[in-house]
């Protein structure tokens, strides 16, 4: 029960943002005697305020939020680990300025530098994976750094050295593998703060554009409907409840499993 | 100390001036030129070589930045394109409220998370830890910008306690706070308990016991005041997490504070503005952390003699 039902509301979220590419979706078509329509027999989620299938968007809207979450977790882990490695295995003034370099990026807080960036970039998914990435990367690369200082004095790292492995291979063969396991767990969470983050700036309207459907947009345009369709608020909001309550539950129970002091989700300094 | 003073200063210092290099390029990262989008493409041409050689977009970039640097110490932070009024004069015109929204936060973040943290440590394996760990959960993974028309939703649609958004009379700020603040919670309380279950296995503690001292007074007196200091730290952090949030909950509920501006001046294409509003929020950060980080060295002596990180 407590790994099935949010193991299952992930692979529901998959399943949903995949078959929306293959089902016969109108997520933008427009019925005005079903304006702000409740939910029926016919239409699961009802309408919303320009006569849209509610249902439709939010499959659509999983969709959105998967592209977005696989793309930026993917690109900052890339980034930032890549980053980090070379480095703190490099080391000297190099990873002076590195250090320097993420603790001005840390120093903006939380989703703000996000925020400023989607807005000056303008609206579209692609400058939201780009702002999202600019702030997301910075994490992943703190976490491998402390990890390759931890790691790049053991013995197998030196024994690779004194046989003269190449220092790429050495990162790829005897780095890489030990710091996996963190990477994972702090990746896991990363999903559902990219989840949050997407919605939230389709919410602030700096997000996908208009016609396009994502779950932060639906609960700006249903916020303004409250009183006289809260179906509008629900659906979307209980998906992307559903969808991060999941992973972090996940989330939790694999940082259990592998058992990795998570230096980077307490907040401490490295 | 005075060592690991002047270190932590030169350190900020650094920072400080990354922040502000990274807020001055973020014009210059907007795709075309900046002026054709601010003023729109109705604007006459001297309109916009006026607004050109205004903000220095007619400089090379670093006498722009010298000259960006230079103003920044006269606290000048420009004028309003969109208001025409100086942006520090609308930047002190909101802070009140930010100021308010974020203490009223902190609030409710203190007054939830002690209680459920200590009640979950001190009952740990029961019903007790397990809900307020749960209860912890939610807060944790539910969005403010979903949390909080909820939270108009029932309280003031349905039940009519508080009012729906704006700024007026003290019941208003009710509702803004519980939605920043819980996001808070969720984390301080999971902070709370797991310092205080390592602080609760300490030899003093069991003394404490031995001695027959009353059970609320080992735990308010010796264990809490022990496992506060994590916490604090903590909570330095994440109050970045808060300003961030503000922005948001600010938007959500229409509260006339810094997010707000930050948000109306993106919309309205008012770039001074909105490089001011980041540049303010992202300071106000790093010197909370600095006298986070300032205020545990001198409470723990073993940060200042280490040398720090």
């Known amino acids: 029960m407590r790994f099935w039902l949010p193991a299952g509301i992930l692979a529901a979220w998959l399943v949903m943002a995949l078959a929306a590419q293959f089902l016969p979706l109108t997520p933008n078509a427009i019925e005005l005697p079903q304006i702000l329509a409740s939910p029926s027999a016919t239409s699961w989620l009802g309408h919303d305020d320009l006569g ?143 989840v949050i983050a997407e919605a939230g700036l389709s919410f602030l309207g700096l997000g996908v554009q208009p016609p396009q459907a994502s779950w932060g947009a639906m609960i700006r345009d249903g916020s303004r409907y409250m009183l006289v369709a809260p179906h509008m608020v629900l659906a979307p909001g209980v998906a992307i409840f559903a969808v991060v309550l999941s992973i972090n539950l996940l989330g939790d129970r694999l940082r259990d499993k592998l058992d990795t002091k998570m230096t980077a989700k307490t907040g401490t300094p490295s | 100390m005075l060592s690991y003073l002047v270190q932590r200063l030169a350190g900020a210092l650094l920072v400080i001036l990354g922040v502000v290099s990274i807020v001055f390029l973020l014009v210059h990262l907007i795709p075309g030129d900046p002026v054709e989008v601010m003023l729109g493409e109705s604007a006459s041409t001297a309109d916009r070589a006026a607004l050109r050689a205004s903000l220095g977009l007619d400089q090379p970039l670093a006498a722009q930045f010298l000259d960006y640097l230079g103003r920044l110490l006269h606290f000048d932070l420009g004028t309003s394109i969109h208001q025409r009024r100086a942006v520090s004069e609308l930047l002190l015109e909101r802070l009140p409220a930010t100021g308010l929204l974020t203490a009223a936060s902190l609030a409710v973040t203190l007054l939830l998370a002690l209680p459920l943290g200590i009640l979950a440590a001190v009952r740990k394996d029961t019903s007790w830890d397990t809900g307020a760990m749960g209860f912890s959960m939610l807060g944790a993974s539910i969005p403010n910008f979903w949390l909080g028309p909820l939270l108009i939703l029932v309280f003031s649609l349905w039940l009519g306690w508080f ?64 496992a506060l200091l994590p916490v604090i730290t903590l909570l330095g952090l994440q109050l970045g997490a808060l300003l961030a949030g503000a922005v948001i909950t600010e938007t959500v509920f229409s ?26 929020i992202s300071l106000v950060y790093v010197a909370v952390n600095l006298f986070t980080d300032l205020a545990y060295a001198r409470i723990d002596p073993r940060i200042r003699l280490g040398g720090g990180r």
């Open chain 1, 52 to 194: 849209r299938q509610i249902a439709d968007r939010l499959l659509i809207g999983a969709c959105t939020s998967l592209l977005v979450s696989v793309w930026v977790v993917g690109l900052s882990l890339l980034v930032g680990t890549l980053f980090g490695t070379s480095t703190a295995y490099h080391g000297g003034w190099w990873d002076k300025l590195a250090v320097q370099l993420v603790d001005i990026f840390l120093a903006f807080p939380g989703i703000l530098l996000a925020i400023a960036l989607a807005g000056l970039l303008g609206p579209g998914i692609d400058n939201v994976v780009i702002a999202l990435t600019t702030v997301g990367w910075v994490g992943y690369a703190r976490l491998s750094r402390a990890q390759v200082l931890s790691l790049k004095h053991r013995e197998h790292v030196q024994a690779a050295e004194a046989l003269g492995s190449s220092r790429w291979c050495i990162m790829r063969r005897h780095l890489l593998p030990l710091m996996a396991a963190p990477l994972i767990v702090e990746a896991t969470f990363g999903v559902a703060a990219v």
């Open chain 2, 163 to 226: 009012p729906v958004s704006g700024r007026e009379g003290a019941a208003s700020v009710v509702l803004p706070a519980l939605t920043l603040g819980t996001g808070l919670t969720a984390v301080l309380s999971r902070m709370v308990r797991s310092s205080m279950l390592e602080v609760l296995g300490e030899d003093y503690i069991r003394t404490a016991r031995a001695k027959g001292l009353p059970g609320h007074r080992i735990i308010l007196r010796h264990a809490l005041r022990n």
């Open chain 2, 255 to 280: 509260w006339p504070g810094i997010g707000l501006l930050t948000i109306e001046a993106i919309q309205s294409r008012d770039y001074p503005l909105v490089q001011a509003c980041v540049l303010m």
